[in-house]
Structure formats: structure tokens, C-alpha cells
């Protein structure tokens, strides 16, 4: 009789255990909350920008280390200053954008998704933003490219990238999809920064936003023909 009892109690805890269990379990989930693509967007954005800046630092530091070296070396060789003078000028001359730029690089179409939505979706998830298009921008400037287009509109420091309805804004001209983005660098690296694993570009496939980078050994991107 004894032993009855103790397996009635084990059989009781064991059923309250397993509901107990069961209501966790449905708390845990009720609790997970949809994480929208606008919300993604929003964190990469401001992380990209950061981490941009940083390199971007980095990389004006070394640049005017290299520069004083290399002035101070042209003193000692007095005729050589003249030179480094005048590829200093054309280097701000192709950084300001006042020149065409040729070379290797790639040429990227970004395109909305085709997609059917999935239920409770937000529409905008398969549509391209101008926060898209200036991530890939930030990427493609942190792999190394030396210059960018946006639809033959050249990419300047100051240029400002901006939704407009259904179109983008560049340099203050409306644009529409596609968009065809052209950067001069390493074809590889620059191709590796959209496509490879955990990459914005990589992020903006999965929710199906069409994207194909083309490796070029010849790239054209223009000066910039607006007003400073």
C-alpha cells in the first residue's frame, strides 16, 4: 500500500512538473518578438557609420604619415618635391571628384525583391531604401574603393543619399530602380564585402532584394558634374 502511495505521488509531481514545463516553454516563446528588416536596417546604419569613420581615421592618419615622409625625403633630394607636388594635386583632384576614374573594380544592380509577401510582413521589406543603398556604399568604401557611382552620379564625401517616394535622391537628383553601383578598387575585396556571409548585401538576399555583383577589369565612374 505504501509503495502505491509513493508512486501516486511521483505520478502526481511528474504531471505538474511537465505542466509547469509546458507553460515556460509557451511563455518563452509568446515573448520572442519579430525583428523587422526597418529595425535591422536602423542598427546596421549607425554601426556601418561608426565603424566607417573609424577606418576612415585610420587611414588619414597613415595617409599623412606616408606624406611627411615622403616630403621630407623630397627635400633631401631638392628636384623631387616638384613631382610629389603635382600627384599630390591630381590625388585631390580624383579624391574631390573632378576627374573621370578607370580601373578594376565592380558594378552592382540592386533591385526590390519579387517576392510574394509572407503574412504580417511589412511591404517594406522587399523594397530597396536609400539606407540600403548607402550601407552598401559604406561597405564598398570600407573594402577599399577609391571611387563610386550611384546611377552615373558620383559619390563625394558630402553627398547625400536620401529616399524620395518610390525613387532615390542622389546629389539632389531623383532616381529610380534599378540601382547600378560602380566602385573602382580590388574586383575581389570589393565583391567580398556584399556577397560574403554575415555582409549587409549577404543580409538584404535572404529577405530577397536582388543583388548581382560583377567583377570588372574595366570600370568608368564619372566626375562629378554638380556644384560643390
Do not use: W
Not at 600627384?87 to 574631390?96: A, D, H, M, N
Not at 548607402?134 to 552620379?153: P, T, Y
Amino acid at each position: 500500500m505504501k509503495k502505491k502511495y509513493i508512486k501516486l505521488n511521483i505520478f502526481v509531481l511528474t504531471t505538474i512538473l511537465g505542466i509547469l514545463v509546458s507553460f515556460q516553454v509557451k511563455s518563452i516563446n509568446n515573448n520572442q518578438e519579430y525583428v523587422s528588416l526597418d529595425e535591422i536596417r536602423d542598427y546596421k546604419q549607425n554601426l556601418e557609420k561608426e565603424k566607417a569613420e573609424i577606418a576612415q581615421l585610420n587611414t588619414s592618419i597613415e595617409d599623412y604619415k606616408n606624406k611627411i615622409e615622403q616630403f621630407r625625403l623630397s627635400k633631401i633630394r631638392d628636384g623631387d618635391i616638384t613631382k610629389l607636388l603635382k600627384e599630390e594635386i591630381k590625388e585631390y583632384k580624383t579624391i574631390s571628384g573632378f576627374t573621370d576614374v578607370y580601373g578594376p573594380g565592380v558594378i552592382i544592380i540592386m533591385d526590390d525583391a519579387t517576392r510574394e509577401l509572407y503574412e504580417g510582413e511589412n511591404p517594406n521589406d522587399v523594397l530597396v531604401h536609400d539606407v540600403d543603398v548607402l550601407n552598401i556604399v559604406n561597405d564598398l568604401k570600407a573594402a577599399g574603393a577609391e571611387a563610386i557611382s550611384i546611377n552615373g552620379q558620383r559619390v563625394l564625401s558630402n553627398s547625400e543619399i536620401d529616399c524620395s517616394g518610390y525613387t532615390i535622391k542622389i546629389n539632389g537628383k531623383e532616381y529610380g530602380h534599378p540601382f547600378i553601383i560602380k566602385a573602382i578598387g580590388e574586383p575581389q575585396h570589393l565583391e567580398a564585402a556584399i556577397n560574403a556571409p554575415m555582409t549587409y548585401g549577404y543580409m538584404l538576399k535572404t529577405y530577397g532584394i536582388f543583388i548581382e555583383v560583377n567583377p570588372s577589369t574595366y570600370v568608368k565612374v564619372p566626375k562629378y558634374d554638380g556644384t560643390y
